[in-house]
């Protein structure tokens, strides 16, 4: 079965105020670390005078990697409420930033722990979402004539057609979820006497949004 994850569709922020204290929390699609690193450099330097600028991503379906940062606050109370939040939700390709900025009261380990845990949550409440799934990416080739069997075959696998070419062959580029992958192949093989060519190029991500 395949793994699905939910990422955030676009950046969305929010703020809320405990005690004093600012709270200003950025939810953040991003690809890479590299990527992370570039929104949150931005965000450091647009927030220059904050306290803190505590944070954790998800990155990599295939491999899940992950990182919390509490960047001054006591071990465990910013960056892991942070990453727990999109761990329990499930979110990949997401990281979020929670910027702080001091009011002079100190809240505690579980008062610091209930405010950026928070502070993550209604920032992805407020993101519209996406459904994200590994699969591969095939390449089929057929004769015109069987286009409209060809399309019933992509459907009944919940297949995606990525790109099409259309020379003396029709082409597809076909995303396809893993656990669909032996369904989908073993319907093409059947055909093949039909002049049916099909390659697989390699692992992909399938993204479908959220309504």
């Excluded at 579980?110 to 519209?128: C, E, N, R, T």
């Excluded at 990525?162 to 093989?189: C, G, L």
Aim: aromatic share 10%; with cysteine; hydrophobic share 35%.
């Amino acid at each position: 079965m395949s793994q699905t994850y939910r990422l955030v569709q676009n950046h969305v922020s929010f703020e809320q105020k405990i005690q004093g204290s600012r709270f200003l929390s950025f939810a953040i699609r991003c690809d890479s670390r590299e990527a992370f690193d570039h929104e949150i450099s931005a965000l450091k330097k647009e927030h220059f005078t904050a306290t803190h600028h505590c944070y954790a991503w998800r990155i990599n379906p295939f491999k899940t990697e992950e990182f919390s940062q509490d960047d001054g606050e006591p071990s465990g109370t910013a960056g892991m409420p942070i990453l727990n939040e999109l761990r329990s939700r499930n979110f990949c390709n997401t990281g979020i930033v929670v910027i702080r900025y001091y009011g002079g009261t100190k809240l505690g380990k579980s008062g610091l722990i209930h405010a950026y845990g928070s502070s993550a949550k209604m920032a992805l409440d407020q993101a519209d979402l996406s459904e994200l799934q590994a699969g591969f990416l095939h390449k089929l080739s057929f004769p015109y004539e069987h286009k409209r069997l060809i399309d019933d075959i992509v459907k009944d696998s919940d297949a995606t057609i990525a790109d099409q070419v259309f020379t003396q062959h029709i082409t597809y580029k076909i995303k396809i979820a893993t656990n669909m992958v032996d369904r989908f192949t073993e319907s093409v093989d059947k055909l093949s006497y039909l002049g049916l060519t099909l390659h697989k190029l390699g692992p992909t991500l399938i993204e479908s949004p959220i309504s």
